[in-house]
């Protein structure tokens, strides 16, 4: 559906990280996880963080939310994409 619909496709599921990623005819999908979408959200405006701990909160609420707790270097490595985006 994501593919038909040039939209993104929100999944934690490896398996469908690992189609797009080995699939040739879904190379053009783009699927984003939770942690990818709270980090657009803040680039995109609509969550407004001055540092990365501002953005580590969010994250931190989200993972009591759910319950689902975010892989650290997967973490670490979004930090610094935020700390980077907020030094522009």
């Known amino acids: 559906m994501a593919k038909r619909l ?21 190379s053009n ?19 407004n963080v001055h540092s990365a701990e501002d953005f580590l909160r969010y994250v931190r609420e989200y993972e009591h939310d759910t319950s689902h ?3 650290s270097n997967r973490l670490k ?8 985006w907020l030094r522009r």
């Open 6 to 26: 040039n939209a993104i496709l929100l999944s934690e599921n490896i398996g469908i990280h690992r189609v797009i990623e080995f699939h040739s005819k879904y």
């Open 29 to 47: 999908v783009v699927v984003w996880t939770a942690l990818e979408t709270l980090e657009n959200i803040v680039y995109k405006g609509f969550l």
């Open 69 to 71: 707790i975010f892989k």
């Open 77 to 84: 490595q979004s930090l610094r994409r935020i700390e980077s």
